[in-house]
């Protein structure tokens, strides 16, 4: 592993425009972190990446690497991109245990935030630097939202997560697990004991449904709620999934590795939703595919689909006469999800969008002053690193809201 990244590093060509940066959303500085590790200062090349992005050993494996930093390498034009992604997560993981935070003082003030997944882990590493007293409040028992309960083990080890609950226990932060905000406690609740701003990073954990029959049969589930805890289902021997997104290869590819022999992912249209990487490694690992197909029904013994036609214009729509039932034990629905309501229906003053998402401005805050959002629940199913990017403007206009209000 050593000596396959530090080889890509020497690859690098030290670009005075680097166009890898710019593919970044969060703008990784890679090429100065890259000669800042050949130069034989591995600490200072992961402080650079922790400080840009303080989630980057995450990014460094889960990232769509391929369309982003990796696929605006110059040297991809007419060959192999510098292994961008081998080479941070090295540095990152190497440099992630030897972090150590300097004493902060603490100015008193009381920040909460509502969920752990990538938006909430961000804005309570940057706060808590800045002396803020952080709780925060995860409605499971493990931190990680999407991270811990939403992706596959074998993509991102979950034995990272657990090193980050550690780092934020380090800061002094604390954690509420198994506390849901909106139930037995709310929002008001915590503004009366002193907080002065909270956060609200609760993700999207409602599936979106079809709205065709037969989805409340037995042998049918959502994607999200499986890939939350797969070893409770059983699945059968062969399974169809509905969705070509991420979502849908990482159930598939997690499917087989718990004893189904038989996936087929089924999608509307030949452009698969999913990253080409993790479209290929689903291949690899047998799933099938059927491109151009609509599901009409699903039954006990599998989903009827009916073939599209395409004008040449991207529209789809149903050949009469095509419908076909394709066997299968169970069936996934893998459509992405949306937020749930619990938050806003014991809040008063948030404001949602037509697809109940929280409505906020370019600085995150919502329309209740002192609440402010990022995250899956403000801009819908994104990737991890631009709610990482965004959060951390919603974490400086957090910082300025509070100076504020403590100098009034």
Sequence with gaps: MAIHVIDEAKRCLNCKKPMCREGCPIHTPIPDMIHTFLEGDINEAGRMLFENNPMSMICSLICNHENQCEGHCVLGRKGSPVHISSIENYISDYYFDRLKFPPVE????????????PAGIT?????ARRGYDITIFESRERIGGVLQYGIPEF???????ARYKRKLWEMGI???PNTSIGMTIGIDDMF?????AIFIGTGVWKPNTLHIKGETLGNVHFAINYLTNPSVYRLGESLNIIGAGNSAMDVARTALRHGVRQVTVFSRSDHLAASP?????????GVEFVVHVEPTEIVDDGVYFVELDCDGHGNLSPI??????YPADSTIIAISQGPQNRIVSTTSGLDVNERGLL????????????????GDVVRGAKTVVEAVAYSKQVADAMDKYMRELGDS
């Design 106 to 117: 603490k100015n008193g003030m009381k920040a909460g935030i509502i969920g752990s997944g």
């Design 192 to 196: 009366r004991d002193g907080y002065s």
């Design 174 to 176: 604390k954690i509420r």
């Design 359 to 374: 409505v906020t401005n370019t600085f995150g805050e919502t329309t209740r002053d002192g609440i402010f959002a990022s």
């Design 277 to 285: 990487h993790e479209v290929e490694y689903a291949k690899i690992d």
């Design 123 to 127: 804005i309570a590493l940057i706060l």
């Design 320 to 325: 009469r006469g095509t419908e076909k039932l």
């Design 155 to 161: 993509r991102l080890p979950k034995t990272i997560l």
